[in-house]
C-alpha cells in the first residue's frame, strides 16, 4: 500500500467503474481558493484557474457519477480542512446549480412572453387589415404592429434556440459537479 493513503480511500476496480474520474494535483489547499480572499475556507471563493481546469477536465465526461480526486502531497494533508472543503464545493456547485437553472428558467418565462405579445401583435394587425374603413390611424397602427409583432415573436424564439443554448455548457457542467464525489489522496 502507498505511504500516506488512507485505506478507506482506495476504491475497487468495480467502484472506480461506477464514475468519471477528474484528478487534479494541488500543492496547498489554497489552489482551491481565490488568492484574493482571506476568509476561512467554509466561506472562501473558488479560484477561476481552478474551476476553468475543473471545466476543461469534465466537458467530455458523461452526467451523473464524476469522482473529483484532488491529490495533495502527503505531508500536507489535513482531515480536518478536507472535511470543510468537501462541504464547501458541494455548497458551490450547489449554489450556481440554481442560479445557472434559474436564470435559464427566466429566459424562456421571457421568450414565452415575447412570442406571446408578438403573436397578439400580429393577430391585432391582422384584424385591422380586415377593417373596411382604413383611416390614416387604422393604417398607421397596422404598419407599427405587424412588423413588431415579427420582431417580437422571432425573439422570443431566439431566447429559446440561442440565449438558453449558451447557458448550456454551464449548466451542463454544475449539473454533473453538483453530485460528484470528492475525494483527497496523497502523491
Known amino acids: 500500500m502507498e505511504e500516506g493513503v488512507n485505506r478507506k480511500e482506495i476504491l475497487s476496480e468495480k467502484d472506480v467503474a461506477k464514475f468519471s ?3 487534479l494535483a494541488l500543492e496547498t489547499y489554497n489552489d482551491i481558493f481565490s ?9 472562501r471563493a ?7 481546469e475543473m471545466k476543461n477536465a469534465s466537458r467530455d465526461l458523461p ?3 464524476i469522482q473529483l480526486t484532488l491529490l495533495m502531497p502527503s ?11 468537501r462541504r464547501r464545493l458541494k455548497e458551490h456547485f450547489k449554489h450556481r446549480y440554481d442560479k445557472v437553472h434559474t436564470e435559464v428558467s427566466r429566459i424562456k418565462k421571457k421568450g414565452y412572453l415575447l412570442v406571446a405579445i ?14 373596411e374603413n382604413h383611416t390614416f390611424w387604422s393604417n398607421l397602427i397596422m404598419f407599427l404592429v405587424e412588423p413588431g409583432g415579427w420582431f417580437l415573436g422571432w ?7 440561442y440565449l438558453v443554448k449558451e447557458k448550456e455548457p454551464e449548466s451542463s457542467f454544475y449539473d ?3 453530485s460528484c464525489d470528492v475525494k483527497f489522496l496523497s502523491y
Open 118 to 131: 408578438g403573436m397578439a401583435m400580429i393577430v391585432a394587425g391582422g384584424f385591422l387589415k380586415m377593417m
Open 35 to 43: 488568492s484574493f480572499d482571506p476568509r476561512p475556507y467554509s466561506e
Open 176 to 178: 454533473k459537479m453538483m
Open 21 to 23: 474520474t477528474i484528478s
Open 46 to 52: 473558488l479560484s477561476s484557474d481552478f474551476l476553468v
Open 63 to 65: 452526467g451523473g457519477g
Open 155 to 161: 425573439t422570443g424564439l431566439d431566447h429559446f434556440f
Open 75 to 85: 505531508g500536507k494533508r489535513n482531515i480536518a480542512y478536507e472535511a470543510i472543503i
